[in-house]
Structure formats: C-alpha cells, structure tokens
C-alpha cells in the first residue's frame, strides 16, 4: 500500500485508477478520533493508493474529491 504525501498528486492518481477499471474499483475513509486523522483508501485489486490528513481543509478536498467520484459511478458515460 502506497501513502501519498501530496493531496495534487494521490487526487491525480486515484481518478487515474478508477477511470482504468471503473467497475472494480472502490474507496474508503477512516477517521481516527484519537490521532485527529482522515485515511482515504482507494483500491483496483491491484493497486491500492492512500492519503492522510490532519488538515481541516484538506477534509474538503476530500469531500469534493468523493463527490466528483460518486458522479463519475453513477454516469451513464463508460
């Protein structure tokens, strides 16, 4: 598993992956109370991609980056 320290560069890579295999392609978030930390874990059964954050705005760009992924899996458009 691969922890990218950059938010630019894991968005880049992660919309990569899902438009590679958008049917086997899934996420997670985690959150961890105790250390303040989001986990965003994205996976093709082959690669897996990881990014973590203690920043409130970075918590957006997450948010923003799962909406734009949920309106990729529910378009009709392959």
């Known amino acids: 598993m ?4 950059n938010w630019e560069e894991f968005e880049k890579s992660a919309e990569l992956l ?3 295999d958008p049917i086997n392609t899934r996420y997670t978030i985690k959150y961890c109370h105790l ?3 989001f986990v965003v874990k ?6 897996c991609l990881q990014y973590k954050t203690e920043i409130q ?6 948010d923003n980056f799962i909406t734009n992924l ?4 529910a378009s009709n458009e392959v």
């Open 2 to 5: 691969t922890f990218i320290p």
């Open 42 to 47: 994205i996976t093709d059964n082959k690669k």
């Open 57 to 62: 705005q970075d918590v957006r760009k997450i």
């Open 18 to 20: 899902y438009l590679r």
């Open 35 to 37: 250390k303040g930390a």
């Open 70 to 73: 949920i309106r990729h899996m």
